[in-house]
């Protein structure tokens, strides 16, 4: 890769902030670029869309105005804020690390980058992120957004999920980097990729950074950034029950570690092949929580894409017939009232089903 060329790195820098300045959205973490709203907006935006994210912020800071407010809280509170935007773990982080700015910041927002990077669930992205846009900071950052508008303005043809490829755009985003303006010059590149720069084929008559984009000099815009062979996505089918006793249903919740960790579920499993759903169904209960079941019969089919793989969701209701609860690998089970549902936190698919059950 040629070396950036100081003319280019200004008309780039000098362009994105006009460009930023005319068509950055109104967002409520950049009324007062607060350092908390800044943090938990980063978070919330990993993998994710504004428009998804503006009513989870909302909410989130309504119920959790204050950073002791999040150490305080259960955990269950946490993850049912974060209900539906995945990757959970990031909901937990966020309350291991305000538990860590208690302790050791006495509750303030840490300003220094080590501190900051220093934080559960904080990465070098985030980090650079949060440094710059909530205190200005000179520190660079790169995300999907800024990858793909590097890599088309300089013309980075290499499949960029490489190692080689982020030590570059690093360096490209340190490069172009203005001092002193890091708080607008880096929401620029990234909205820039959100709005104008975009993964879909691009209209690039508007963009004020054709003149210097070697992708639209060479005419592959629509070919990069090149991320590498898709991953196949592994297709699971699962049966799982709401069962009755009474006027009440069963829910269990998952170990506080592995996947999707201290959500409530209904009880269920895998369905092996070769299996029927409601065979699967019959052992898995037996399996899970040591009771059986009677009447069983379907309510719908589900079917929900995860980051790594797609569920098909079996969903029946059936009767408790004997047996008391044990739980085998669940850290926590209860018989609760249908309306009570919504109190808790579960995976997205059952979510749906909680939603038609409730209607």
């Known amino acids: ?69 999040i150490a305080e809280v259960k955990e269950d509170k946490v993850l049912k804020l974060w209900e539906g935007l995945g990757y959970y773990s990031r909901a937990r982080n966020i309350q291991k690390a ?22 559960p669930g904080v990465g070098r992205y985030t980090a650079g992120a949060i440094s710059s846009i909530a205190f200005n900071q000179n520190q660079p950052l790169v995300d999907g957004n ?5 890599s088309r303005l300089f013309f980075y043809t290499k499949n960029t999920r490489l190692p080689e490829a982020d030590k570059q755009m690093w360096e490209w985003a340190s490069a172009v980097l203005p001092k002193g303006k890091a708080r607008n010059f880096n929401q620029a590149l990234m909205e820039f990729g959100a709005l104008q720069c ?33 991953k196949v996505s592994k297709n699971i089918k699962v049966a799982i029950a709401v069962i009755k006793k009474g006027d009440k249903v069963f829910i269990q919740k998952r170990p506080a570690t592995g996947l999707m960790a201290g959500l409530w579920e209904f009880p269920g499993g895998k369905i092996e092949k070769g299996e029927s759903a409601i065979k699967a169904l019959h052992r898995e209960v037996k399996e899970e929580v040591g ?39 669940a850290s926590d089970g209860r018989w609760v009232e249908l309306s009570d549902l919504e109190k808790y936190p579960f995976p997205a698919a059952n979510v749906q089903l909680i939603g038609d059950l409730l209607r």
């Open 1 to 69: 890769m040629s070396k950036l060329q100081k003319a280019d790195i200004k008309f780039v820098q000098e362009e994105l902030l006009k460009w930023f300045e005319k068509n950055q959205r109104s967002l409520p973490w950049r009324e007062k670029y607060e350092p908390y709203q800044v943090w938990i907006s980063e978070i919330m935006l990993q993998q994710t869309q504004v428009k998804t994210v503006l009513p989870y912020f909302d909410c989130w800071m309504k119920a959790l105005p204050m950073i002791q407010s």
């Open 98 to 119: 305000s538990k860590q700015i208690m302790e050791q910041h006495g509750g303030d927002f840490p300003s220094d980058y080590d501190d900051i990077l220093a934080l």
């Open 146 to 150: 800024v990858i793909r508008v590097l």
């Open 198 to 230: 975009t993964p879909a084929a691009t209209d690039c008559r508007p963009c004020p950074l054709k003149s210097r984009c070697k992708a639209y000099e060479n005419d592959m815009v629509d070919q990069l950034p090149d991320r590498g062979p898709k």
């Open 291 to 329: 009771i059986s079941i009677s009447n069983v019969r379907p309510i719908k089919k589900i079917k929900h894409a995860y980051t790594s793989f797609k569920v098909d969701l079996h969903c029946f209701a059936a009767d408790h017939e004997e047996g008391e609860v044990q739980l085998k690998s």
